[in-house]
């Protein structure tokens, strides 16, 4: 594969953790640092001095016998002022070559895999820019319309990301669905390398009869209502019935449970859609049951999100003593997190709660509960066909033990009323392009850390690498690692040598399709706009839910 002539990676970064290396600071085996030109264009070497070294001012003539010799002075004068300038011109053109080559990198997806893969190419290559394509009008991925409201503290990586998208080598492009508006072999085609950091859009199916009915939803779509993703602003769930199951047991179940079970008043002052909110206002859900296929020691979700859902006001736990027999002595032998997580369930269902949390529950009009054990089969009808009316559950036993244990059926069934189902069993990222491998089954693109798999030039980072599990420092660990990959590849002379066209090229087929994308400044009138709503009401930003909407107030 050709190098010579193509570009070069910085030694920067490359070869260390990448995620580690602060400011000015080189992996192992780098070089001190230098602070003039000379600097940079030994990092854009990779350390390869060579014909630099020849010509530099250091070049030792005082010692030789040439000068020695009186009849030789004045030739070897003008000879040095001649290597000198040669020098100066050398580093001169080397780095108009340097500044006119830069990296054109294009990134897919603006959620925390598409800002931190950004983020690792523009701090480690300093003459990267870095285009990000987003489908929504607005960035940030999950962080906007996944986060729980009543997390804000988990929000505050928007910091991080809207300092990398104002970087003058950084530019937000939304409104872009890629592999509609444009096709992977045409990014492929204007950019250096590019990264599909695109999550995971899709929410697993149960595959049971009745899923298709009215009142049963994805998690997926529950969490982008009240989290104002425009597909999902119509999803108006009716909460008139009493009792709701979520099935699964992760971290987005918990969410779910813990917005339907808040009162609504704790949520006021949070980023939560007004329109959610005057549902939930109205919601006459008393009892959300959370059903887990397997058993205590199998729980996805952790243990801040279980004390948040033990300490919520109004509500009282309901935990089955019988489903933690014999736990005590098997959670010796667990890691310390599933140790700690499992006894808090083991105290919560055995204990009685202490003072304050017996205060606290004694007049709770509110509860929520595990159920263990029990596996999805059917979605029961209403007498009239019409909605979801329960839920029948197949019993199950483990075979094998701790994480890797798996759950069959026992032959039982146990029936649930609920008026309201909601499926949590995880999210499912799609396939993009017909250009770019895909598998099915696990649902990522197939790589190696971050490299596509026969696919030279194209990454991934984030869910759609490594399935949808993980939260924001695992996806930026990963987003990291591919950052630090593509560099490598670039080093080793991998990547198409010469100019690409980058945003120029795609600009010019976007508008031939009557595509206009929005740029960060648009997001930032937007943010504006929903921060100035918010105020009134005491919320950090009441969400603006209608791109037809947006496009209006950006005067398109
Ligand atoms: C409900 C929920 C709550 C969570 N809460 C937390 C939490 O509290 N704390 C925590 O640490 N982690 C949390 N996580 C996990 C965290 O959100 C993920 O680790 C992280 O968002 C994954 O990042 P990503 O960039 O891979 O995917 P995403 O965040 O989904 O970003 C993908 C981006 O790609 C865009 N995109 C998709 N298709 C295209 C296309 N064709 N063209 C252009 N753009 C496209 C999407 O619009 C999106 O903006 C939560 C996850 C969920 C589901
Ligand atoms: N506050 C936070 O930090 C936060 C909030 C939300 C999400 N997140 C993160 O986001 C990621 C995704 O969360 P998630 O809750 O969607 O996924 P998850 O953690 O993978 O949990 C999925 C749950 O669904 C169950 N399940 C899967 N397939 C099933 C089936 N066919 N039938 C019955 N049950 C099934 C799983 O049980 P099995 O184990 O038996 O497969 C598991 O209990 C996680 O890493 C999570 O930690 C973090």
């Known amino acids: 594969m050709a190098a010579r002539g193509g570009l070069r990676a ?40 060579g014909p630099v070294r020849a010509l530099d001012e250091d070049t030792d003539f005082e010692g030789s016998d040439e000068v020695r010799d009186p009849a030789n002075a004045k030739a070897l004068r003008k000879k040095r002022r001649r290597v000198q300038l040669g020098v100066k011109l050398g580093k001169l053109h080397l780095l108009t070559l340097l500044l006119e080559q830069h990296l054109q990198i294009c990134v897919v997806g603006s959620g925390p895999a598409g800002f931190y893969t950004a983020q690792h190419l523009l701090k480690h290559h300093p003459q990267a820019h870095v285009d990000i394509y987003e489908k929504q ?18 929000k505050n990586v928007i910091n991080t990301f809207t300092q990398t998208a104002r970087s003058a080598r950084c530019a937000f492009r939304g409104n872009v669905v890629v592999g509609r508006d444009v096709a992977v072999p045409e990014l492929r085609a204007a950019y250096h390398a590019v990264v599909l950091s695109y999550g995971a859009e899709d929410h697993r199916a149960l595959e049971i009869p009745g899923e298709e009915l009215p009142g049963v939803f994805s998690a997926r779509a529950f969490v982008g209502w009240y989290n104002g993703l425009p597909e999902n602003r119509e999803l108006a769930p009716d909460l008139s019935c009493d009792t709701a199951v979520i099935l699964g047991q992760g971290n987005v179940a918990l969410d779910v449970a813990r917005i339907l079970l808040t009162p609504p008043e704790h949520l006021e ?35 801040k999100e279980l004390r948040e859902m033990i300490q919520l006001p109004g509500t009282r736990p309901i935990l089955d003593p019988a489903d933690f027999l014999g736990l005590q002595d098997r959670i010796k032998e667990v890691p310390r997190p599933r140790k700690r997580l499992t006894e808090l369930l083991l105290r919560t269902a055995t204990e009685k709660p202490g003072t304050e949390d017996a205060a606290r529950q004694a007049p709770a009009s509110r509860a929520w509960g595990l159920r263990f054990f029990r596996s999805p089969q059917q979605v029961l009808p209403s007498p009239d066909g019409r909605r979801a009316a329960g ?3 197949a019993v199950t036993r483990l075979e094998g033990v701790g994480e890797a244990a798996r759950a069959v059926p ?21 396939p993009i ?7 099915p089954k696990l649902g990522v693109i197939p790589n190696m850390e971050g490299r596509v798999v026969d696919v030279p030039g194209l ?3 984030g869910w759609v690498k490594r399935g949808p599990t993980g939260v924001i420092a695992t ?82």
Do not use: N
Not at 433 to 439: K, L
């Open 433 to 439: 392009d017909p250009s770019v491998p895909f598998d």
């Open 475 to 556: 996806t930026m660990t990963d987003s990291f690692l591919t950052g630090q990959m593509l560099l490598q590849d670039l080093k080793a002379g991998l990547l198409p040598p010469g100019p690409r066209p980058g945003y120029a090229a795609i600009e010019a087929l976007l508008s031939s399709r009557g595509v206009r994308p929005v740029s960060f400044s648009d997001w930032e009138k937007l943010d504006a706009e929903e921060v100035s709503r918010g105020k009134g009401a005491g919320k950090p930003r009441e969400k603006l839910l209608d791109p037809q909407e947006m496009l209006g107030l950006l005067g398109r």
């Open 459 to 461: 990454y991934c980072s």
């Open 269 to 303: 002052k949070t980023d939560i859609t007004e329109a959610a909110l005057g549902v939930l206002r109205q919601s006459r859900v008393k009892t959300v049951w959370i059903v887990g296929r397997r058993g205590p020691l199998q729980v996805a979700f952790t243990i």
């Open 391 to 393: 839920i029948r559950l």
């Open 137 to 154: 009008l607005v960035p940030f991925g999950l962080v906007r319309f996944g986060v729980a409201p009543d997390h804000p503290e988990v």
């Open 410 to 430: 026992t032959g039982d069934t146990e029936d649930l009323p609920c008026g309201l189902v909601l499926s949590s069993v995880g999210y499912k990222s799609r």
């Open 10 to 49: 910085p030694s920067v970064g490359v070869g260390g953790t990448g995620a580690g290396l602060e400011r000015g600071e080189r992996g192992p085996g780098a070089r001190p640092e230098r602070s003039s030109h000379a600097d940079e264009i030994g990092v854009v070497y990779g350390g390869r001095r």
